[in-house]
């Protein structure tokens, strides 16, 4: 079934130096993979006139000081560092004026950002999410836009990971939970 383009979004999650790069501080070679997918997922959206919003992970240095349980550097290592190379967005993205960015905080890209505002002023309701990580920011993104009623359509092939089995996992959870995944390629617009 063909998308609305009005009412559609391309959600890419993180595709930033610290996870695609192979500089990057948490850098997973699927990651870098994901960028030449996730690129032709946004081409073939803009051309049919759907929105396209970026998120970023962005991690003030004190974030995690006075937290009592929930420390991504303590699980990960410190990482996408406000204001650091790291965070910027890769530089392969074609990144327009038009386009959203979200700046979040943890894996979930509605918490606490001005996610949900944008796609309801918009009149969005079905989002092709792709980006990395599979099991992480992209299933807890996937997750929480199903709960608030939004269409979430995992693109499997347009994920990265650091393990098949991640990625596999998501995808499965995300087709269980909600039922829509979809291949970038499969992806189809209603013309104007």
């Not at 960015?101 to 002023?121: C, N």
Request: hydrophobic share 35%; proline share 4%; glycine share 6%.
């Amino acid at each position: 079934m063909p998308y609305d383009p009005t009412e559609t979004a391309v959600i890419v999650v993180d595709m930033q130096n610290g996870f695609c790069h192979p500089d990057g501080s948490l850098y997973a070679e699927p990651s870098e993979a994901a960028v030449e997918p996730v690129t032709a997922l946004v081409d073939h959206a803009r051309d049919a006139g759907a929105s396209i919003v970026y998120t970023r992970d962005v991690h003030p240095p004190e974030q995690f000081d006075d937290t009592h349980y929930y420390d991504e550097f303590d699980r990960w290592g410190e990482h996408v560092v406000e204001g650091s190379w790291d965070a910027e967005l890769v530089a392969e993205l074609d990144v327009r004026d038009e386009d959203h960015i979200v700046e979040k905080h943890t894996y979930d890209a509605f918490y606490q950002t001005d996610l949900e505002g944008y796609l309801d002023t918009h009149g969005i309701d079905d989002l092709l999410i792709c980006g990395t990580l599979a099991n992480v920011c992209v299933l807890h993104t996937a997750g929480s836009a199903g709960l608030r009623d939004y269409r979430p359509v995992v693109v499997e092939d347009a994920l990265g990971y650091i393990t098949e089995d991640h990625r596999e996992y998501a995808v499965e959870h995300a087709d269980w939970l909600f039922g829509e995944t979809a291949t970038h390629e499969s992806i189809g617009f209603e013309s104007a």
